[in-house]
């Protein structure tokens, strides 16, 4: 691709807003950065980092695409207005259009429209709902000249911003209209609005729409030999079926999702799964097989931290690996361990807004592990150098951010519910935490959701005493029983720190998943 074709004579300066940068502008010069094979080169680097799961690398090239052509895309802590339709319109991709054929002019926007849409996806997985939403706005604005495949994917990741800024009408119609567009013979286009909008069906708690999209998805990407949207997939419906209460399928999912992304080093998509695979035997009452998955988890975050870099759903991941890894150690009764990975859930959702569905295992168990935590004898909390005020102060607020999850992704609900029902029965207050339970109890059912049915039904028979509540959850979800098992083949001292940090090599960890 060219260049230019009749560069202009003149050194031309222009400059436009960064607020990255000290002196707030950035200042380009067109002969020296605006040729369309430097964008391009830089997308495609931006690209190839996306899809080795490195994204704080992949957004920094795609910014730098980006910039090429003038456009700037709000970090983190700015004031973010939405994108405007007649500027946008404008736009000449900052380049003198005298000097450019039209299609070279299409060139420009299709890489545009590139890397926002990617841009978009970076900061929804990365808790940044205010940039996935600029993004998505903008890449709707400008996708509609660039074909079907990116017009589909705007469709798609908008329909995503939409749900979790609470524009779930707006959010059907974008589905609609991908879908027009998409038509039955454009397989990747599909695949990729099928995915998203799978995402976007379980965040809406939709859980049949999302298991047909994902399925479809899945038999999308198979037919054209897109093995990591597979992966992606079996894991989100993998998701799916765990919030359901299916956990024996979703195991049975994500293993293969496991065994496809090992056998191909993709490091992104183990992250997920491994995070999948530990959530899934938690709750399933697997010790462990769930710390084996959460060593490995621990493993695959320390790498991406060695290479400077962040991956896809890494964010999220790292929330459940926390969450997880708190309550996990409630259970093997170490409680100062316990205690230091809910300060480090914590102070990552205090800095995050909740935009992804994938998180709700890290906010759940992270106020799980308070409440446990706030019942604890003074004397092992002076050991944790807190107070008992101060615990129960912090559950408070854990249970803000799990409300404020919630008031995005209403499956939330019913744990939110259920403990606070549980707070509320430690402080006396037996009559609202009855309503409590009952109320979650009751949503749970509503929205077919087993497990979080069996867990209010369940938490609330150990805090009263009622054999009734608890024999009515082990009826509906039969591995509850071992909730609140102690883990006693892990407490010895020094054990569970050696088995949290060994390697273990892919053999070993083949012949693993081959017995699960």
């Not at 054929?101 to 900061?123: D, F, G, P, T, W």
């Not at 979790?164 to 059907?172: F, K, P, R």
Request: charged share 25%; glycine share 6%; hydrophobic share 40%.
């Amino acid at each position: 691709m060219r260049a230019c074709a009749h560069p202009p004579t003149h050194a031309a300066i222009r400059m436009f807003p960064d607020p990255r940068r000290p002196s707030g502008w950035s200042v380009l010069t067109p002969l020296q950065h605006f040729g369309l094979e430097a964008i391009a080169t830089e997308r495609k680097v931006a690209q190839a980092y996306y899809n080795l799961g490195q994204f704080d690398r992949a957004d920094e090239h795609f910014r730098k695409a980006l910039e090429l052509m003038a456009i700037a895309i709000p970090v983190r802590d700015q004031k973010i207005k939405q994108p405007d339709k007649k500027k946008t319109a404008a736009w000449t991709f900052f380049q003198p259009t005298e000097a450019f054929e039209k299609r070279e002019v299409q060139h420009r926007k299709r890489e545009a429209v590139i890397s926002i849409l990617a841009l978009a996806k970076v900061n929804y997985f990365g808790c940044n709902k205010g940039i996935a939403t600029f993004c998505a706005q903008l890449a709707l604005l400008l996708a509609d000249q660039t074909g079907n495949t990116y017009h589909c994917e705007a469709y798609a990741i908008s329909s995503l911003t939409c749900g979790i800024n609470g524009q779930h009408e707006v959010a059907e119609s974008f589905v609609n209209k991908g879908q027009e567009l998409a038509g039955k013979k454009q397989l990747d286009a599909l695949k990729t609005l099928q995915q998203l909008t799978g995402m976007y069906y379980a965040g809406a708690a939709k859980w049949q729409l999302a298991k047909q999209n994902f399925t479809s998805a899945i038999d999308n990407g198979k037919t054209i030999g897109d093995l990591k949207s597979v992966e992606e997939c079996q894991i989100f419906l993998g998701s799916v079926l765990f919030l359901e209460g299916e956990l024996k399928n979703s195991i049975r999912v994500t293993k293969d999702a496991l065994r496809s992304a090992q056998s191909r080093g993709d490091l992104q998509t183990q992250i997920l799964a491994l995070d999948a695979q530990a959530r899934n035997y938690y709750y399933y009452g697997k010790a462990r097989k769930c710390l084996l998955r959460l060593t490995d988890l621990k493993l695959a975050l320390e790498s991406t931290t060695k290479v400077e870099c962040t991956a896809l759903g890494e964010v999220s991941a790292e929330i459940n690996f926390a969450g997880l890894m708190s309550i996990v150690h409630v259970r093997m009764a170490n409680f100062e361990k316990a205690y230091e990975y809910t300060e480090k859930a914590f102070a990552l959702l205090s800095k995050l807004e909740p935009t992804s569905f994938w998180s709700f295992v890290g906010y759940a168990s992270l106020v799980e592990s308070m409440i446990a935590l706030s019942q604890q004898h003074v004397a092992l909390l002076q050991v944790l150098n807190t107070t008992k005020s101060k615990i129960i102060a912090r559950t408070k607020k854990t249970l803000e951010l799990l409300a404020k999850f919630a008031g995005v992704f209403p499956f939330a609900q019913s744990r939110l519910l259920s403990l606070k029902a549980s707070m509320h029965q430690h402080s006396g207050k037996a009559a609202k935490s009855d309503v409590e339970f009952a109320t979650a109890t009751e949503l749970a059912s509503r929205l077919g959701m087993t497990y979080e049915q069996a867990f209010s039904l369940d938490a609330r028979g150990h805090l009263v005493g009622s054999d009734a509540d608890k024999s009515k959850a082990e009826s509906l979800f039969p591995p509850i029983k071992m909730r609140l098992d102690v883990y006693p083949q892990f407490q010895r001292k020094g054990q569970e720190n050696q088995f949290m940090t060994r390697a273990r090599t892919s053999m070993h960890l083949a012949e693993e998943l081959s017995e699960l």
